[in-house]
């Protein structure tokens, strides 16, 4: 909210917030997001939530994706991992870190996915 402008539009597409028992603090176990309303008030704000219009895209990010355009891999920064890291990472993915794994237990990405 402090970088829109007055009047401006905040969107918050797709977020869900649900209970975590395990959360870091109480507003994680609680499933509370936290936004600073009287902010976006002062300046005119206008906020949107809402399920991502996942349909009105995947067929042309398919298509980007299957002909090379989009490196999917990359841009969402997934990491091959054999079974025997496994543990690592998931105590990495539980520690916050930002890569997606993908478990490859026989070595077939190698060479098709980044390691």
Same mark, same amino acid.
């Given at each position: 909210m402090?970088?829109?402008?007055a009047g ?7 977020l869900?917030?649900t209970?975590?028992p395990?959360?870091?603090?109480d507003?994680?176990?609680?499933g509370t997001?936290?936004?600073?309303? $009287?902010?976006?008030? &002062? ?7 809402? +399920?991502c219009p996942?349909m %009105?895209y ?5 298509m980007a994706i ?7 891999a990359?841009a969402?920064n997934?990491?091959?991992? $054999?079974l025997d890291? &496994?543990?690592?990472?998931y105590a990495?993915?539980? +520690?916050g870190?930002s890569r %997606? ?7 077939a990405?190698?060479g098709?996915?980044?390691?």
């Amino acid at each position: 909210m402090g970088i829109t402008r007055a009047g401006g539009a905040l969107g918050v597409p797709g977020l869900y917030v649900t209970d975590d028992p395990g959360g870091v603090d109480d507003d994680a176990r609680s499933g509370t997001l936290k936004v600073r309303l $009287g902010l976006g008030c &002062a300046k005119s704000h206008r906020f949107t939530t809402g +399920q991502c219009p996942v349909m %009105k895209y995947h067929r042309s990010l398919m298509m980007a994706i299957l002909h090379g355009r989009v490196h999917i891999a990359k841009a969402v920064n997934a990491t091959v991992i $054999g079974l025997d890291d &496994a543990p690592r990472g998931y105590a990495e993915f539980d +520690q916050g870190a930002s890569r %997606k794994y993908v478990l490859d237990p026989h070595g077939a990405l190698t060479g098709v996915m980044p390691v």
